[in-house]
């Protein structure tokens, strides 16, 4: 019932989200999701979402950027963290920072599953990164592939995912330099 989504990759933090949810629809279709911004919270709110519905159903709250986030946000997860409501996943993200520490701390005492979503900033983590994308996919390709499409693409993340994924649904069999 607990995930803690912690680093500053962008790219990495939304799609274990999107993953996260995916797997809670697989036993829950009709989930509600429902999104708090630890930087604009006010107060009492993660109370009032995490309240059972009349409809029933179980919830997921996304609260995101607790490494923003403002006191009554801190303060209410850690008194829902204190008695944690049946029903209702609480998935935080943080990017990086010491804001937040003690809801941090609460979190992986609490169990909570950790996502890391590390920094992708030098030329091999972009690479490796690339690497990853394709074998996610049960794909090959070979170092000279992946290096030439890190340095046709540059430094955005999000462009190379894309790029993996464009070469992955245009081809088939052996990505290589040619490709």
């Known amino acids: 019932p607990l995930v803690l989504i ?8 939304e799609r274990g989200l999107s993953e996260t949810i995916e797997a809670l629809r697989v036993t ?3 989930l ?8 604009d919270y006010e107060a009492g709110r993660l109370a009032v979402e995490a309240s059972p519905s009349l409809f029933g159903g179980d919830k ?6 607790l490494d923003e986030a403002v006191e009554d946000a801190q303060r209410d997860l850690l008194d829902f963290l204190a ?3 049946p029903g209702v996943t609480l998935i935080v993200t943080h990017k990086s920072g010491a804001r937040g520490k003690k809801v ?3 979190l992986k005492s609490g169990g909570a599953r950790v996502i890391d979503a590390p920094a992708i900033k030098s030329d091999r983590d972009k690479a490796d990164f690339a690497m990853n994308e394709f074998r996610r996919a049960r794909r090959k390709a070979t170092g000279d592939a992946v290096q030439a499409l890190v340095d046709a693409v540059g430094k955005d993340v999000r462009e190379l995912a894309a790029a993996c994924h464009q070469l992955i649904s245009d081809t088939t069999g052996l990505i290589d330099e040619g490709v």
Request: overall charge negative; charged content about 30%.
């Open 104 to 106: 941090l701390d609460a």
């Open 60 to 65: 997921a709250i996304v609260v995101r950027d």
């Open 83 to 85: 008695a944690p409501q």
């Open 32 to 39: 509600e999701v429902v999104r708090l911004d630890a930087p």
């Open 28 to 30: 829950s279709p009709d």
């Open 6 to 13: 912690s680093g500053p990759e962008e790219v990495l933090a």
